[in-house]
């Protein structure tokens, strides 16, 4: 909700016609009663600030404002107060803040405001800070915008559960523990599904999930690390059996030194959706199986669904759909947001490299970066650095295809050789809309961004140069989650 719209030009002597600027101004720490004042309406008016729906501490108000230098302060409760996280300066009247709004042919000189902070307002032509050299003019996010999305974002998430994801119809595939393995790397195959969990009849419970890394994992192992375990075996290797070997493989030990199994990641159909989330983001998993039971031992349990990002972005975009603007980030560019891995540009350091492809690199060497590298997607590119194609971990079934994995070495399968299989078996997971390679703009919205990554089977938008598709960066469903969610 926003308050009355006060023209600036009624309280100065600025020539009639002049272009005025709407100015947005923010008093982000709370009161009953916000007013604001100033040299536009020439101290003689308290314009009254209304607060944010959803965020009662927040008050604001938009001013439209004639070019040039303007001093103000904000009335809360009966007191003058200024904010020290904007410019102020100190003058006859005590401490104001200052805001500076350009016109034609026109350059701030001759001002030094004593501190420039955060920005807490949105403000077409204003100059916040001096820079060296010309910048790309991208629109500045707010702390209060940022700070206001978020705590929306975070209300609906936690106002609404798991069982809102579950389809009106659909189904789910659990695999038994002494299945094979290579008999579970067919049904995911042949099912197009990227993971499955893990039933235990002698427990009478669900202990885990086979996915995706699993199976890299086993390749690697048969291939390049001289496991004992050979392909014949594979045909009669249990699923319970590999699980033990991957606890060895990944070290993973108790007090006693004995290899333990990791736990189960689940969520039950009435866990708030913040929950689910973040138990998605902090173990690291592409979904989490909805489990219920209604026995307080938790036995008899049923599988209800599997639970992941993409369909608690779907909410998300479905509940601000008709209401965008109560969420201020929505509209900005994703080059202006702390989101995703980027290519650093020429002078710039990366503590986080993004990791890319050749075609003819091998097989192994994409899989060994997929595991060092713990992502989940690497783009492949040509010389150029143009973007080709993209490797995921979800590709590795399509070896499934006519056994194909026990005909070749992984350092002899090129990843060009890898992905035209994968496409010869036309697996619809990872397909939407009939593509494989998803991408956007960096000068594409945050909005744009989260619609197009709730699609079913989208994880990743890779961020390409317009014209020349050269990468830029890559956007998954865990980043956009870690900066709505503050983490």
């Not at 023209?7 to 100015?23: F, I, K, M, V, W």
């Not at 100059?127 to 991208?138: G, H, N």
């Not at 639970?307 to 998300?316: H, N, T």
Request: aromatic share 8%.
């Amino acid at each position: 909700m926003f308050g009355s719209t006060l023209d600036s030009s009624r309280g100065n002597s600025a020539a009639s016609g002049q272009l005025l600027t709407p100015t947005r101004f923010v008093w982000p720490y709370g009161g009953r009663r916000v007013f604001l004042s100033g040299s536009f309406t020439r101290w003689t008016e308290h314009v009254p600030m209304s607060p944010l729906e959803g965020c009662p501490t927040v008050f604001q108000v938009i001013c439209n404002l004639t070019p040039g230098y303007h001093q103000y302060k904000f009335f809360v409760d009966g007191e003058w107060r200024h904010d020290e996280h904007q410019p102020f300066v100190s003058g006859n009247g005590g401490v104001m803040n200052t805001i500076f709004i350009t016109g034609q042919d026109m350059v701030p000189t001759g001002f030094i405001p004593e501190t420039l902070g955060r920005e807490n307002m949105d403000v077409d032509g204003v100059f916040p800070r001096m820079t060296d050299s010309p910048q790309e003019s991208i629109p500045r996010m707010s702390s209060v915008d940022l700070e206001v999305s978020r705590h929306r974002i975070s209300v609906l998430l936690s106002t609404r559960t798991a069982y809102e994801l579950l389809p009106e119809s659909g189904k789910v595939i659990a695999l038994d523990v002494n299945l094979p393995v290579k008999q579970a790397f067919h049904i995911l195959y042949e099912q197009g599904i990227p993971l499955a969990p893990l039933w235990d009849f002698g427990k009478g419970q669900f202990v885990g999930v086979l996915g995706p890394l699993d199976f890299i994992l086993i390749l690697r192992e048969l291939g390049t690390h001289g496991s004992n375990l050979t392909e014949e075996e594979l045909e009669t290797h249990t699923i319970a059996a590999w699980k033990e070997g991957k606890a060895h493989i990944s070290r993973q030990f108790d007090g006693s030194g004995r290899p333990y199994p990791r736990p189960l990641v689940q969520v039950g159909p009435y866990d708030n959706l913040k929950d689910v989330a973040l138990k998605i983001l902090q173990n690291k998993v592409a979904a989490v199986p909805v489990i219920y039971s209604s026995l307080q031992d938790g036995s008899y349990p049923q599988l209800l669904h599997l639970a992941s990002l993409s369909g608690i972005l779907k909410c998300i975009c479905r509940y601000f759909r008709h209401s965008s603007s109560s969420l201020p980030i929505l509209q900005q560019p994703i080059c202006s947001i702390p989101l995703g891995t980027w290519v650093p540009r020429i002078g710039e350091s990366s503590s986080k490299p993004l990791a890319t492809l050749r075609p003819h690199a091998s097989l192994g060497s994409a899989l060994s970066l997929l595991v060092q590298a713990e992502v989940s997607s690497i783009p492949v590119v040509d010389d150029n650095d143009s973007l080709i194609d993209i490797y995921s971990r979800s590709d590795i079934t399509a070896l499934a295809k006519d056994k194909a994995y026990a005909q070749i070495h992984l350092d002899d399968m090129t990843v060009h050789q890898a992905l035209q299989l994968g496409q010869d078996a036309s697996p619809p997971y990872g397909i939407f809309n009939g593509q494989r390679c998803h991408m956007c703009l960096r000068s594409d919205s945050l909005l744009k961004v989260m619609e197009r990554l709730a699609n079913p089977g989208v994880r990743r938008l890779v961020i390409v140069e317009a014209g020349s598709k050269r990468v830029e960066g890559i956007i998954s469903l865990s980043d956009v989650f870690q900066f709505l969610l503050g983490l």
